[in-house]
């Protein structure tokens, strides 16, 4: 699964890539909702998309890891991406 992560990641990194560097709006928000909010607001997210529910249940396994992180660490995560 960390595979999988790694490739979602630098997949998203080259289809929103710009030239002026900015992330994209979209990648911005759904990475703020998965680091900051609630298992809720992350099915709420993810419902749009319609998976399968093994996706689903993949996604929240990473953020319930990543809900580990302090939130100062998170916070200066998305500092670094979203200037």
Do not use: G
């Not at 960390?2 to 992330?23: F, G």
């Not at 911005?28 to 399968?52: H, R, W, Y």
Request: hydrophobic fraction near 50%; charged fraction near 20%; aromatic fraction near 8%.
């Amino acid at each position: 699964m960390r595979l999988s992560v790694c490739l979602l990641m630098v997949s998203l990194a080259l289809c929103c890539y710009q030239a002026h560097a900015l992330v994209c709006p979209a990648v911005a928000s759904e990475i703020t909702v998965f680091l900051f909010l609630s298992d809720a607001a992350v099915n709420l997210q993810v419902a749009k998309l319609n998976p399968p529910p093994e996706a689903l249940a993949a996604k929240l396994e990473v953020k319930h890891c990543t809900d580990q992180i302090s939130f100062k660490k998170r916070l200066s995560l998305k500092k670094s991406w979203w200037k």
